[in-house]
Nanobody, 126 residues
Framework: QVQLVESGGGSVQAGGSLRLSCAAS????????MAWFRQAPGKEREGVAS??????TIYADSVNGRFTISKDNAKNVYLQMNSLKTEDTAMYYC?????????????????????WGQGTQFTVSS
């Protein structure tokens, strides 16, 4: 199983940028679809972006063009967030899915998640 630890949360003004990091551990990391989800107060958790084992990415419409998901060979997954809006305020979670071939479906479709990070809070102020 993959263990995940997020970092980089905090606060930033609208229009600003921030990068979240997720440190993954586990020997099968490379086989997983890695994704970021978020949950705002009073709302359901939603997918934000995902990156598959080959580096292919999928984004939610609400963040497409503003957020970029990436990963490196050191088992880190990143979420670069630009042009931030107050509605981006949420708890952000890193997730790993041991899908066939490391294929991603989230956030466009349901993605069974095998591991969740503890989450990191991020607030955008106006």
């Amino acid at each position: 199983q993959v263990q995940l630890v997020e970092s980089g949360g905090g606060s930033v003004q609208a229009g600003g940028s921030l990068r979240l990091s997720c440190a993954a551990s586990g020997s099968t990391y490379w086989r997983h679809c890695m994704a970021w989800f978020r949950q705002a107060p009073g709302k359901e958790r939603e997918g934000v972006a995902s990156i598959d084992s080959d580096g292919g990415t999928i984004y939610a419409d609400s963040v497409n063009g503003r957020f970029t998901i990436s990963k490196d060979n050191a088992k880190n997954v990143y979420l670069q967030m630009n042009s931030l809006k107050t509605e981006d305020t949420a708890m952000y979670y890193c997730a790993a899915s041991r899908s066939v071939g490391g294929r991603c479906y989230a956030p466009r479709a349901h993605q069974p998640i095998d591991s969740w990070g503890q989450g990191t809070q991020f607030t955008v102020s106006s």
